[in-house]
């Protein structure tokens, strides 16, 4: 009898979250609090805060590269 095995590839999972708000005192002024990690296995969490479109997205961008396992 011969058996065959199917393997897998291993899959990453990694969670952003976004809470983003616009302050009123004065001049409008965005804001946000970034969530993220890369893997969900190791149950590692990083929080930063951003203050603009380009720092967000930038956020969002460094958590790709990270789960995709690139280095920037």
Same mark, same amino acid.
Request: no cysteine; net charge positive.
């Given at each position: 009898?011969? $058996?065959?095995?199917?393997?897998?590839?291993?899959?990453?999972?990694?969670?952003?979250?976004?809470? *983003? %708000?616009?302050?009123?005192?004065?001049?409008?002024?965005?804001?946000?609090?970034?969530?993220?990690? *890369?893997?969900?296995?190791?149950?590692?969490?990083?929080?930063?805060?951003?203050?603009?479109?380009?720092?967000? *997205?930038? *956020?969002?961008?460094? %958590? $790709?590269?990270?789960? $995709?396992?690139?280095?920037?």
């Amino acid at each position: 009898m011969v $058996l065959s095995v199917t393997v897998l590839p291993s899959e990453r999972t990694g969670l952003l979250v976004i809470r *983003a %708000w616009v302050e009123t005192n004065g001049e409008p002024r965005l804001r946000a609090r970034i969530t993220q990690t *890369a893997d969900l296995s190791g149950r590692k969490e990083t929080s930063t805060v951003a203050a603009t479109r380009d720092d967000i *997205a930038s *956020a969002v961008t460094e %958590w $790709l590269d990270r789960l $995709l396992g690139e280095r920037r």
